[in-house]
């Protein structure tokens, strides 16, 4: 009794698992040749191999289907997860101080002490330019620092230098040379517009501490006058005096002397001492300390590193 | 909710740039238009920084004359300078990460001929079974010696 209850079970177990030997009386199912297309197999669901076949139909389900069903799944989720996040975003706008409020949160002290304060203690008549170049100079330079930095790595990455000529497989990207001499609007226009933006973009370095700009939006327009020179009259004309040599040497001597500008201000001025820069009168140009020669520098930076972006991009070398 | 929206609509405005250039990063295969994508969430992001400094009725933060030779350094005149320096910085590091992710898709393009990231992805795999198979290649006929 207990012995063929054992049998049985034995039986049953290797019936499960599909690993021991058959029962006489079952047919056994003629296994398809592997390389018959699955559409004209012989319909074997329900025999010993199912479970083989099932997983042979999903692959091939999948080998077909896949790839459109991710793409499909991945959109959806992709527009759903950006709708959850703009919906959330939304609730907490909703919650925010109204709009425009002076009594709002982010008008706290610390912006009446830069209002009242700014002034006197940093000379410039500009709060912003007193703000990002006196009393966060630090960041400043880090930000000028990550330009420069961003225009090594483009020169790097896109340089003719000697040890970038790695092999490629496609043709490099070729704009078409056209004759400069077919151009006679753009350069009759850039002959008088261009020392018209270079002087707009020095006033608007030099008033850095007076009026709105800057260094940086002085130097983007004094990098737009170059761009221009480079399109009107060839970018040889413009290699002559800008070329790689002279962009790095120039970046590296505007940061570095930001760096120990400030740095020697920092050390001698900070700290309630009292600084030896003199501040000079609010609203003239040569006031405010160390931010003029600073925005100088950074202009310089941002100029020479944003035509360099455009020279690399254009022709793939400056 | 939607009048508390209107009341704050330049912030409201920013948050659906910030989803329209974030689903253009997720959706987009054309690696341009991903980095696109991405600024449009820069900027969404500078749109919210200048609406959060706004103040109604005061003035850019630029010291005013007083007449009399001084300056008007009421705190009451002036908008908010610190969101100004802050979107500096936001823009300053956007132009940097968009030059290099550019200088990147450029070399992709030099090397696999496409811009699509898919294109792309299955020629980087189908050069890498080769690297391996002539790998393998290699080592077969070094043993075989």
């Known amino acids: 009794m207990n012995k063929e209850l054992k049998l049985i079970w034995k039986k049953f177990f290797n019936w499960v698992l599909g690993n021991g030997p058959r029962p006489e009386n079952e047919v056994i199912p003629v296994e398809p040749p592997p390389d018959l297309p699955f559409s004209q197999r012989p319909n074997d669901k329900y025999s010993r191999f199912h479970e083989a076949t099932l997983k042979e139909r999903y692959n091939q389900w999948l080998e077909i289907h896949g790839l459109h069903i991710f793409s499909i799944l991945y959109s959806a989720l992709s527009i759903l997860t950006c709708v959850v996040i703009v919906c959330l975003l939304l609730a907490t706008v909703a919650e925010l101080p109204p709009f425009g409020h002076e009594r709002n949160p982010a008008n706290n002290e610390v912006i009446r002490r830069y209002v009242e304060h700014g002034g006197h203690e940093t000379g410039a008549q500009n709060i912003v330019a007193g703000l990002i170049l006196d009393y966060r100079a630090f960041d400043t330079f880090g930000e000028s620092s990550v330009l420069f930095t961003a225009a090594c790595s483009v020169l790097m990455m896109l340089g003719k230098s000697r040890r970038n000529r790695i092999k490629t497989h496609q043709p490099k990207l070729k ?5 400069l001499n077919d151009e006679p609007i753009l350069r009759g226009i850039a002959s008088f517009s261009i020392p018209a933006i270079l002087m707009l973009g020095c006033v608007v370095v030099i008033n850095g501490h007076l009026t709105p700009g800057g260094g940086f939006s002085g130097g983007a327009i004094l990098s737009t006058a170059l761009i221009l020179a480079a ?4 970018s040889q004309r413009v290699h002559q005096f800008f070329n790689e040599r002279t962009f790095v040497i120039l970046s590296s001597t505007a940061l570095m002397i930001y760096a120990l500008s400030k740095g020697y201000s920092f050390f001698t001025g900070a700290n309630l ?5 003199p501040k000079g009168t609010v609203g003239n140009i040569l006031s405010a300390g160390l931010i003029l020669p600073l925005n100088i520098c950074v202009g310089l930076i941002v100029a020479g590193t944003l035509y360099t972006f455009y020279s690399l991009f254009n022709k793939g070398d400056l | 909710m ?11 405005v920013a948050v659906i740039l910030f989803g329209i250039g974030m689903t253009n990063l997720l959706l987009q295969r054309n690696l341009i238009k991903k980095i696109i994508g991405l600024n449009i969430m820069d900027t969404a992001v500078y749109l919210f920084l200048a609406a959060k400094g706004y103040v109604a009725g005061r003035e850019a933060p630029i010291l005013i004359e007083d007449g009399a030779g001084g300056w008007l350094t009421s705190s009451a005149l002036y908008v908010n300078p610190v969101p100004a320096g802050l979107v500096l910085t936001g823009i300053v590091v956007s132009v940097s990460v968009t030059a290099f992710s550019l ?3 450029l070399k992709l393009y030099e090397n696999y001929g496409t811009l699509n990231i898919d294109e792309a992805l299955l020629k980087m795999t189908e050069e890498q079974v080769e690297l391996e198979t002539r790998i393998e290649q290699a080592e077969e006929d070094v043993l075989g010696d």
Do not use: R, T, V
């Open chain 2, 2 to 12: 939607l009048s508390k929206l209107f009341l704050n609509h330049y912030e409201a």
């Open chain 2, 103 to 105: 200088s990147l898709a």
């Open chain 1, 273 to 277: 001492f009292h600084s030896i820069i």
């Open chain 1, 231 to 234: 399109n009107a009259y060839g």
């Open chain 1, 175 to 179: 704009i078409p040379a056209h004759n």
